[in-house]
């Protein structure tokens, strides 16, 4: 087995087996609903600790291609974009249900969706634990050279790793062996558009943004106004967040079919300077240089 699938092998072993068995353990051995976020959030930087240890232990790869720099300065606008999409999504989810008559227009506290918002960057860090591990690890890793693949299947890994989680505690769906395939579909599609911000900016902390909104700002607006409220069903709901996402997705991979990830522009230039710097040094040496660089 070569060093790449034996760390996808143990970062998987590692994500499922320090979370999986302590949710079952902690919910039917001590009563602790998932749903606590004391419970929740430590098993939540699970596949972050199985990148690092992968990294520096199995692979020693080491973390330079991790994405670990916020450079909030160089980019403002893909942080702007992943804290304003999800209240974008939000919105056109809302008018989706309206124009098929799942819900009437209500008027809600004006400081709701800010506030949500503002909550969204100060948990981000929080986030940070799911996208380091399979954002920034497993997708660049699961199917090197095809990136759109590789985002639908860590979609699909990423989904199976949440679902023991309406079983534990943490949210009820009544009919799960019809929920559970259409709430997968939406982790697809979520990682999909995470993978998207990843790739273009190179941060970890872009897609930690846009993971944060997704759960605080659509998952509590929605889930207020639809469900609490409106009383609409969860297979419908989870149709009617997926729609807008599942434009958006369709939108973002025309775009950007054919453009390089901001990790591997990087590179590249990162290359020809050692390159020109290794040529000044040997100048005579040109030809053999030149081959042990490249």
């Known amino acids: 087995m070569d060093v790449r699938r034996r760390g996808?092998?143990?970062?998987?072993?590692?994500?499922?087996?320090?979370?999986?068995?302590?949710?079952?353990?902690?919910?039917?051995?001590?009563?602790?609903?998932?749903?606590?976020?004391?419970?929740q959030v430590p098993t939540a930087f699970t596949p972050a600790l199985a990148a690092i240890v992968v990294r520096k232990w199995v692979t020693?790869?080491?973390?330079?291609?991790?994405?670990?720099?916020?450079?909030?300065?160089?980019?403002?606008?893909?942080?702007?974009?992943?804290?304003?999409?999800?209240?974008?999504?939000?919105?056109?989810t809302l008018g989706l249900a309206a124009l098929l008559g799942f819900w009437s227009y209500e008027r809600t506290?004006?400081?709701?969706?800010?506030?949500?918002?503002l909550l969204s960057v100060v948990l981000a860090p929080a986030y940070w634990g799911e996208e380091f591990g399979w954002t920034s690890y497993l997708r660049s890793r699961i199917l090197p050279?095809?990136?759109?693949a590789a985002a639908w299947c860590t979609g699909l890994v990423w989904a199976v790793w949440h679902w023991?989680?309406?079983f534990v505690g943490y949210t009820h769906f009544d009919h799960p062996l019809w929920t559970i395939p259409l709430w997968t579909v939406s982790f697809v599609l979520q990682q999909v558009a995470l993978s998207w911000l990843y790739r273009r900016s190179g941060s970890v902390w872009v897609p930690s943004l846009a993971h944060a909104g997704n759960n605080m700002v659509i998952?509590?607006?929605?889930g207020l106004l639809l469900v609490e409220r409106g009383g609409v069903g969860?297979?419908?709901?989870?149709?009617?967040?997926?729609?807008?996402?599942?434009?958006?997705?369709?939108?973002?991979?025309?775009?950007?079919?054919?453009?390089?990830?901001?990790?591997?522009?990087?590179?590249?230039?990162?290359?020809?300077?050692?390159?020109?710097r290794t040529l000044r040094r040997n100048p005579a040496g040109t030809s053999q240089t030149w081959r042990n660089v490249t």
């Open 8 to 39: 996808v092998v143990w970062f998987l072993v590692l994500a499922f087996g320090g979370a999986w068995p302590v949710w079952f353990v902690a919910y039917f051995g001590f009563g602790l609903s998932m749903a606590d976020p004391l419970v």
């Open 60 to 92: 020693r790869e080491g973390f330079a291609d991790a994405g670990l720099r916020p450079r909030v300065r160089a980019l403002w606008r893909w942080y702007v974009l992943a804290l304003i999409a999800p209240a974008a999504l939000t919105f056109a």
């Open 109 to 117: 506290s004006p400081w709701l969706l800010p506030g949500l918002m």
């Open 145 to 148: 050279g095809r990136p759109g």
């Open 164 to 166: 023991p989680l309406p």
């Open 219 to 222: 998952g509590l607006v929605v």
């Open 234 to 276: 969860e297979e419908a709901v989870i149709l009617l967040t997926a729609a807008p996402l599942a434009l958006a997705c369709g939108l973002v991979w025309l775009r950007g079919r054919g453009g390089a990830d901001a990790q591997t522009g990087d590179a590249v230039r990162a290359g020809r300077l050692a390159r020109s």
